[in-house]
């Protein structure tokens, strides 16, 4: 199909096609809504791509690169991003897996653009946003207004100056909580603010990455999550960035230094995306020294990595289970790494959604968040 880059109609409706060939999005009302939504009106103000190169819409490839598979940044604090518009194929898994959109009242944290709660109003919900950040709450609230004359649902969308971590209690309560920015536990107020038999999608931090869990309450009141798809987001602040202990390491700042061991390859053909990240997930639940980090020297863009605590060396595991290490004991984590990788593929290479875990109190006391306590592997597939 060949569509002008210059008309958003078409490009929107190849866009949305293309999440649904893809399997992105497979209920007809997000199809419909991701083909219906002006994702350009709410990066009005320009974004910043992956390259680094500011956007605006009077440039060349503005709106070929509005509908690109692609996050958006759209607020730079000192060098790091702060806010955004997610990459469609993300928040077109996620707005999935609240199932049937239509009637649910949704608790949003993390405005970004509005573009997302646009996305979910216009396949039937009702949408509570909720953001931290004065500006980045005026510049939704604008573009939804722009939109309603052509997505009359967006006036379905609520956006709140507030502290994410505390929901909004007044209007509670919700079927489902959506939380898009990364986070290191899950706030108990959400939980508290879910409708019977709600649950909530939130990405908590692990091995440097965050993969969206659903979490609800048992019947008992025990709070369980099971991870369904693997995924990276901008980091919260505040309580809800509290670190714990027995967390992951954050992410080496320095790449690893170039290696002095090398592992061959253990698959001719490396693991597809989600395959090594169900691999990248099973070590971190492991073994907690277990992040991402980079290698100097053009070993690829990073990956799952072992790291020292004293910051000097590690392993770093490739795609094709080839495995690099640096540092004075770089022996040793070559070998630790590579007894993790053994037991991923002798227990049959299991997959992220295998996994389940209760939630426990962590981090700061007087702003608890829920943390994972322990994983098991289980029978689901």
Excluded at 204 to 233: E, K, Q, S, W, Y
Aim: aromatic share 8%; hydrophobic share 45%; charged share 20%.
């Amino acid at each position: 199909m060949t569509v002008r880059r210059s008309d958003p109609v078409r490009l929107r409706h190849w866009y949305a096609d293309r999440l649904r060939r893809e399997a992105r999005a497979t209920r007809a009302e997000v199809v419909r809504a991701f083909a219906t939504v002006p994702r350009e009106m709410f990066v009005a103000d320009g974004f910043v791509g992956r390259d680094g190169r500011r956007v605006g819409p009077g440039d060349d490839g503005f709106l070929a690169a509005v509908y690109r598979d692609d996050v958006l940044i759209t607020k730079v604090r000192d060098g790091t991003p702060v806010s955004s518009s997610s990459q469609p194929s993300l928040m077109a898994a996620m707005i999935e897996a609240l199932g049937p959109v239509e009637g649910l009242r949704v608790l949003e944290i993390g405005a970004g653009t509005g573009y997302n709660a646009a996305l979910m109003a216009a396949a039937g919900a009702e949408v509570t946003s909720v953001d931290v950040q004065p500006d980045v709450v005026e510049r939704a609230r604008t573009s939804l207004a722009a939109v309603a004359p052509v997505v009359a649902e967006a006036a379905r969308v609520e956006v709140r100056l507030g502290d994410g971590y505390l929901g909004a209690p007044d209007a509670a309560p919700y079927h489902r909580v959506i939380v898009t920015v990364g986070v290191n536990g899950v706030s108990p107020h959400w939980l508290d603010q879910l409708a019977p038999g709600g649950f909530a999608l939130v990405p908590v931090g692990h091995v440097g990455n965050h993969p969206v869990l659903r979490v609800g309450r048992t019947a008992a009141g025990d709070v369980t999550a099971d991870p369904i798809f693997p995924a990276g987001f901008m980091a919260a602040a505040g309580p809800l960035s509290a670190r714990y202990p027995g967390a992951h390491p954050e992410p080496p700042r320095e790449p690893l230094a170039a290696p002095t061991v090398r592992r061959r390859p253990r698959w001719r053909r490396g693991l597809g995306l989600y395959r090594y990240h169900d691999l990248w997930f099973a070590a971190g639940v492991w073994d907690r020294r277990v992040t991402f980090a980079g290698m100097l020297g053009g070993h690829g863009p990073g990956g799952c990595a072992l790291v020292d605590g004293a910051g000097d060396g590690g392993a770093l595991l490739g795609t094709d289970g080839a495995i690099l290490a640096t540092g004075s004991r770089d022996r040793w984590y070559a070998a630790q790494l590579g007894l993790l990788l053994d037991r991923w593929v002798r227990l049959g290479e299991p997959a992220i959604t295998r996994w389940s875990t209760t939630m426990a109190p962590g981090g700061d006391p007087d702003q608890p968040i829920l943390v994972p306590a322990a994983w098991t592997l289980t029978d689901r597939v």
